[in-house]
């Protein structure tokens, strides 16, 4: 077997192509930025003023062209990767791009079936109105499914260590009697584990955590910022002067001050666990119990089921062997995460609450002088409908783009905490790990490193992209 | 607006005196406490050894009479040895315990002692603090000029080619962490792998002799997250300055194009990023930390790691209240610098 190559068969034919049109497009760039600083020539014609194409147009033309001849030639590696037989064909590039087969074909019957149906969709299908939210949506997109994937993506077991591999270079062979997947596509790490399987199972985790803690933040910020901003006065003053005490912390500090074993044994992060998974089962009981209190049965069935379901997950999620909190039987509990996760999920919830009680707070004091606010106090409504079914659902378009937003936040703070090694357990493949392992052989061994970094970039980029795209398609109506 | 100024001056304080609690408090529990014996005697140390430190150093007292002895409001506690010599937290070595003062707290001055450093909290911190600010200098240095630029050529049309260009790099930009970009940086400038080696990857030579070779990187890393925020909100107000009908009337007056944006837009668009710049610091102050840690660089951040990372509480506490002193000043000045400078707010 031998070392694989970027590219692969099709390397010499669109490699120079590709050189070619990196070369054009930036001097494309260049030349466009200088010549939009001089305002172009209009000509007159007649009683017209017409325009005449000038260098800037020409300019603009090149780097469209350029970039569409690298898009192209892109994808015919990702193609033909997927084509062509054996990997020393494909490439590396190939080879990653045939391994992360379902994540293409999930994207594509996805993006197709949004893009037919996307007039019936509402928000979610004026995204595919928008260049910038279509690319967005397809990187986080991409992310989503390569975690739901991962077991079918990854080519070697993320924790085992093969000792000829340590810090090879992409692409190198295994040693000849090894089982499995011949190559390490994106090379060894300094524990000579596969840098590409890591990264893959990395996405895993940052997907598991991201989306649930921002989730968990917003119920917190919205249950305490509705009725900060709705009511005012002291308990408005007091939940404010606490957001503001938690913002003020530098967020590393908060960080080493909450996640070290020391701590841990405490059991400071259960107690906190234990307050803040309170607040979902609390704000769905009070957003359906403020609708259907005046139909009996419905009420029962809504606010009945949420106790009873929330609930004991809520024991079960709380109940930890080996915390203060370890209390329910083991027959009966659930599932239990992980000792790390749970701190890092519990930290990241309360770093990113008191920001969304801000924001939940200005909404609801902007909005709550609408009329439709006035109408429904005049009906008779009670507080937490008005704040639940009158105020929130009003506030929802900023509420969604920040929404997205913050999970690129979260998965940052994600990775700030894997850069310190706190919380998770220093295998652990999530991205900030693995760039903590690989910084201390940077200047020598880059790979380790840049591709949990260009993955968890790329993955921020695409939320903060799809954020944009929401913003603007919300505010066309 | 004295009132205003006063009003804030007492919520700064009292947010100052919670948080530094809290830090007490995280700091000062038990298992932390333990670990802090057997750091500083020995790691074999008995359970009844470790009560019997933490007794003679006064750490078993109640939090709120430490942490009154920390600021200086409570008498500083004292222990007498079984030979009847007297030892306590203002008695220095060499100081007989007649002469010591009976207050040694934040308010006198005294920062207490570092168990990492083994050095006076109050000289480590100054010292480091310098360094960091001169990291941050530099930071300020490029980032603000460079944001401000971009976000201003971005928002004087807005939908052109240049700002959709410009746009996108910011987006880029506040979506890559330092850790991320100080290692592409890295990789790409200063490793053997592409071969440039044009600056160092690490900065360590940087905290004595800083030049560009080794500085620029650390710099660079802190400035470019932090630019991507401050242009887009320069692009925005901007671009709400650049459709008001001031600017209307100015164009039609025939006004030349840079003139309007230099004379008339500039001024009322750069009001919001000053206090956006200001609310950017606590940010930057994340982002030292990181970069320190990534470089190497022996300033502010790198010690709260090491202070941090050793449960050494009282240069913690110490970082603490620079930081929070840090954060809430800049909310402070943005505040006032916004009142000031907005003509609206500033006549009512």
């Excluded at chain 2, 430190?53 to 506690?77: A, T």
Aim: net charge neutral; proline share 5%; charged share 10%.
């Amino acid at each position: 077997m031998e070392q694989l190559t970027w590219t692969g068969t099709l390397g010499p034919v669109l490699n120079p192509l590709i050189m070619a049109a990196a070369a054009v497009f930036a001097l494309g760039v260049v030349a466009q930025f200088l010549l939009s600083l001089v305002p172009s020539g209009n000509v007159r014609v007649g009683s017209m003023l017409a325009q005449n194409k000038g260098p800037a147009d020409y300019a603009g033309m090149a780097v469209k062209y350029s970039f569409g001849v690298i898009l192209l030639a892109i994808i015919a590696f990702m193609v033909g990767g997927i084509l062509l037989p054996g990997p020393e064909a494909k490439g590396i590039i190939g080879a990653m791009s045939a391994r992360l087969l379902p994540v293409w074909v999930g994207m594509i019957v996805i993006f197709a079936a949004s893009i037919m149906y996307k007039r019936k969709l509402g928000l979610y299908g004026k995204l595919f109105d928008s260049p910038i939210g279509m690319v967005g949506f397809a990187l986080v997109l991409f992310w989503v499914l390569t975690a739901l994937f991962a077991d079918m993506i990854v080519t070697h077991d993320p924790l085992s260590q093969i000792a000829a591999m340590k810090n090879k270079v992409p692409g190198t062979p295994m040693p000849a009697d090894t089982e499995g997947y011949g190559w390490y596509l994106l090379g060894g790490d300094n524990l000579a584990r596969d840098v590409f399987s890591r990264m893959i199972a990395g996405s895993t985790i940052v997907m598991q955590i991201a989306p649930l803690a921002t989730l968990f933040a917003f119920m917190v910020g919205i249950t305490l910022g509705l009725p900060a901003g709705y009511y005012g006065g002291a308990l408005d003053t007091f939940l404010s002067f606490l957001a503001n005490l938690i913002l003020a912390f530098p967020v590393i500090l908060l960080f080493y001050l909450l996640v070290t074993p020391e701590i841990v044994e405490t059991g400071l992060p259960s107690y906190m666990a234990a307050v803040l998974f309170l607040f979902p089962i609390v704000f769905l009981v009070v957003l359906f119990n403020s609708r259907y209190y005046v139909q009996p049965a419905k009420q029962r069935l809504f606010v009945g089921g949420t106790i009873l379901i929330g609930g004991y997950l809520y024991l079960s999620m709380i109940s930890q062997p080996g915390t203060p909190l370890h209390f329910f039987p083991d027959g009966l509990d659930l599932f239990n995460i992980p000792g790390g996760i749970l701190i890092v999920f519990v930290s990241v919830v309360f770093v990113n609450s008191p920001t969304v009680f801000r924001i939940v707070r200005g909404l609801a004091l902007d909005i709550q002088t609408r009329d439709y606010v006035a109408a429904a106090q005049t009906r008779g409504e009670g507080p937490w409908y008005i704040m639940l079914w009158e105020i929130l659902p009003n506030a929802r378009g900023p509420l969604i783009v920040d929404f997205c937003l913050r999970i690129g936040y979260t998965t940052i703070l994600l990775g700030t905490l894997g850069f310190f090694g706190l919380g998770l357990p220093p295998e652990s493949p999530d991205w900030g790990s693995t760039i903590n392992d690989g910084r201390k052989l940077l200047s020598i061994y880059p790979h380790p490193a840049i591709a949990p970094a260009l993955a968890l970039m790329s993955l921020v980029l695409g939320l903060n992209l799809l954020a944009d795209g929401l913003r603007e398609e919300s505010l066309k109506d | 607006m004295g009132l205003f100024i006063l009003r804030r001056f007492g919520v700064m304080l009292l947010t100052a005196l919670c948080l530094t609690f809290v830090v007490f408090f995280l700091t000062n529990l038990y298992p932390n406490l333990e670990k802090l014996a057997k750091t500083q005697g020995n790691f074999r140390m008995t359970d009844a050894e470790v009560t019997s430190y933490l007794e003679k150093n006064g750490y078993l007292q109640p939090m709120v009479v430490k942490y009154g002895e920390w600021l200086g409001v409570v008498p500083s506690f004292r222990h007498t040895n079984e030979d009847g010599s007297v030892q306590g937290r203002c008695i220095s070595p060499g100081v007989s315990p007649e002469d010591a003062p009976r207050f040694c707290g934040v308010l006198q001055g005294d920062w207490g002692f570092s168990t990492v450093f083994k050095d006076d909290v109050g000289a480590i911190v100054s010292t480091r603090l310098s360094l960091t600010g001169k990291l941050m200098f530099w930071v300020l240095m490029l980032m603000v000029p460079a944001a401000l630029i971009v976000g201003v050529l971005a928002g004087m049309k807005e939908g052109s080619k240049l700002d959709r260009t410009l746009s996108t790099f910011s987006i880029i930009s506040t979506a890559t962490p330092e850790y991320v970009s100080g290692v592409i940086l890295i990789t790409v400038f200063a490793s053997s792998v592409t071969g440039l080696k044009w600056f160092k990857g690490t900065a360590t030579s940087a905290a004595e002799n800083a030049t560009f070779e080794n500085f620029f990187l650390p710099v660079l890393t802190i400035a470019l997250y932090g630019m991507g925020y401050i242009a887009r909100m320069t692009r925005a107000s901007m671009t709400e300055v650049m459709t008001a009908q001031y600017i209307r009337t100015a164009r039609l007056k025939g006004v030349a194009f840079s003139n309007i944006v230099m004379k008339h837009a500039l001024r009322n668009a750069l009001i919001a990023p000053f206090t956006v710049i200001m609310l950017q610091f606590p940010w930057l102050l994340n982002g030292v930390v990181i970069v320190e840690t990534l470089f190497n660089y022996k300033g502010f951040g790198w010690t709260l790691v090491q202070a941090a990372g050793n449960n050494d509480i009282e240069l913690l506490l110490a970082c603490s209240v620079v930081a929070v002193f840090v954060v809430l000043v800049t909310q402070l000045i943005s505040d006032i610098g916004y009142v000031f400078l907005n003509p609206r707010i500033r006549i009512s």
